[in-house]
T-cell receptor, first 113, second 114 residues
């Protein structure tokens, strides 16, 4: 596609519910990143994939957060048993090569009530 | 560890004024890359510029200019003759050699009033 596509655009979840956020990177982009952006803050790194391999997951805040990219293209960020502090915008970015520039999607705004 | 500080939380100016957004970074790495991104209300981060640590030459792109000074660990961004369309949140970010993740500052919300 022309850009990085994320869905849904908005998600409201009840506390304790599981959610799945989807990222469609630009076709052919090798690298894929997830970032979490709390209200009024800068994005914070969650995890990084190179093709289907998850090379860095040091930013995942707890074991309730899980990301996958099984075929090296679409990625899903799953949050289990959501809590209020998980409320944030989740941004996905992709890059054509290691170290190249990133293109960000518009994000998914998750609100946990 | 790396850190990026954008001390200005919000700036508001009248259209056509010049405005400078400050960015100070911390890293012990000698090779690194600095970025500026614009985040309009639609939410996506729009890439503006990337500089590497060995290139301190200032850059100008239309109304935008960047001043990189290693001596003060700063990478400031100036908009000349600001326009209402420049209103957005601007982020400075850092990536060190060998790492893939970006470390972002807190952002500066810029409002240009007509």
């Amino acid at each position: 596609g022309a850009g990085v596509s994320q869905s849904p655009r908005y998600k409201v979840a009840k506390r304790g519910q599981d959610v799945a956020l989807r990222c469609d990177p630009i076709s052919g982009h090798v690298s894929l990143f997830w970032y979490q952006q709390a209200l009024g803050q800068g994005p914070e790194f969650l995890t990084y994939f190179q093709n289907e391999a998850q090379l860095d997951k040091s930013g995942l805040p707890s074991d309730r957060f899980f990301a996958e990219r099984p075929e090296g293209s679409v990625s899903t960020l799953k949050i289990q048993r959501t809590q209020q502090e998980d409320s944030a915008v989740y941004l996905c970015a992709s890059s054509p090569a290691v170290g190249a520039g990133y293109t960000f999607g518009s994000g998914t705004r998750l609100t946990v009530v | 560890a790396q850190k990026v500080t954008q001390a200005q939380t919000e700036i508001s100016v009248v259209e056509k004024e010049d405005v400078t957004l400050d960015c100070v970074y911390e890293t012990r790495d000698t090779t690194y890359y600095l970025f500026w991104y614009k985040q309009p209300p639609s939410g996506e981060l729009v890439f503006l510029i990337r500089r590497n640590s060995f290139d301190e030459q200032n850059e100008i792109s239309g109304r935008y200019s960047w001043n990189f000074q290693k001596s003060t660990s700063s990478f400031n961004f100036t908009i000349t003759a600001s326009q209402v369309v420049d209103s957005a949140v601007y982020f400075c970010a850092l990536r060190v050699q060998g790492a893939q993740k970006l470390v972002f500052g807190q952002g500066t919300r810029l409002t240009i009033n007509p």
